[in-house]
Nanobody, 126 residues
């Protein structure tokens, strides 16, 4: 049983930084892609960033390029998202997700992710 548990969310001022993490367990993630998605009230869930467990190829949404960095620690089975230069529009519930057998061209497709964490709230406000 795959389990994904997010942590590290909170309240941050505009321009601030926050690091959120996802602890992954339950099976081998060797052929997996791990993604961070977010959903703001009244909006669709959207891809933020994703990373392949093996090799570390990454994808970033245009809205976060240059500000957010996704990484994984294969020894600790964790995936993190370092968020810098946070903006009010980054406010959302952030979800960790895993998909298996995802090809590079599909890393940004929400339909390819089968397992989801419970989410962690990130609020950017003065």
């Amino acid at each position: 049983q795959v389990q994904l548990v997010e942590s590290g969310g909170g309240l941050v001022q505009p321009g601030g930084s926050l690091r959120i993490s996802c602890a992954a367990s339950g099976r081998s993630f060797r052929n997996a892609a791990l993604g961070w998605f977010r959903q703001a009230p009244g909006k669709d869930r959207e891809i933020v960033a994703s990373i392949r467990w093996s090799g570390g190829a990454t994808y970033y949404a245009d809205s976060v390029k240059g500000r957010f960095t996704i990484s994984r620690d294969t020894a600790k089975n964790t995936v993190s998202l370092q968020m810098n230069g946070l903006k009010p529009e980054d406010t959302a519930v952030y979800y960790c997700a895993a998909g298996f057998g995802i090809i590079l061209s599909s890393m940004s497709s929400i339909s390819q992710y089968d397992y989801w964490g419970q989410g962690t709230q990130v609020t950017v406000s003065s």
